[in-house]
């Protein structure tokens, strides 16, 4: 029996490995169990002796780093949604912090916000998906944006995600959905330009 257990810890802790190689992030307990086929209590388990004897570290909610991976890991921090659709209020929330190789990413600081809606679909941006964002003030024409802008019916500010342009003196916030139309405004506050997109696989 020990022999047994032995053997499936490391058979989680090689598929922690995989997955963190293909994908660049952590997989979490539930993926695990999926891809090892066995209970979640029992991925718990072996991750519990994983972590005791030093071959991973846990940050957050599900969130793992392996000895193997550690080195070029970044936590990147996850602060709440970004509207794929019609902007939403400007709200800045950290949720967790994600493990990500950052050789992924390449130079710079990096936040993480969670898509909300369809608008960004034809750029292969989907509802509930994580995009990792570079933090910098300005962007060229059609790279795609995280802009703040301001609400003019009440003064309050907007955040949404968009491909970005400058037409003569207007800003062009374009949605990737043929069905939806592109925001108009006088000005943008650039947030940071999209780099990577981690997906739900459904």
């Known amino acids: ?3 047994r257990n032995e053997t499936r810890k ?3 802790y090689n598929y922690i490995n995989e997955f963190i190689k293909e994908y660049g992030v ?3 307990i539930t993926e695990i169990a999926d891809g090892m086929r066995c209970a979640k209590s029992t991925v718990h388990k072996y991750l519990v002796r994983l972590e005791e004897e ?3 570290e846990k940050y957050g909610r599900n969130q793992i780093v392996t000895k193997q991976n550690a080195a070029p890991v970044e936590r990147i921090p996850l602060i709440g949604m970004v509207a794929c659709g019609m902007p939403r209020s400007a709200q800045e929330e950290l949720q967790t912090y994600i ?3 950052k050789r992924l990413l390449g130079n710079g600081e990096f936040f993480a916000l969670r898509a909300n809606g369809e608008s960004m679909i034809e750029a292969g941006i989907s509802d509930g998906d994580i995009v990792f964002v570079r933090y910098q003030p300005t962007a060229e024409d059609g790279q795609v944006v995280v802009a703040i802008i301001e609400d003019a019916e009440d003064g309050g500010v907007t955040a949404t995600l968009k491909r970005f342009y400058r037409d003569k003196h207007k800003i062009r916030l374009h949605p990737e959905n043929r069905e939806m ?3 108009i405004v006088d000005d943008a506050k650039i ?4 780099v990577k997109v981690l997906k739900n696989i459904s």
Not at 191 to 194: E, H, I, R, S
């Open 191 to 194: 947030v940071g330009v999209a």
């Open 54 to 56: 030093g071959y991973i």
């Open 181 to 183: 139309e592109d925001i």
């Open 1 to 3: 029996m020990i022999e």
């Open 99 to 101: 493990p990500v190789d």
């Open 10 to 12: 490391i058979e989680i």
């Open 26 to 28: 952590c997989p979490s």
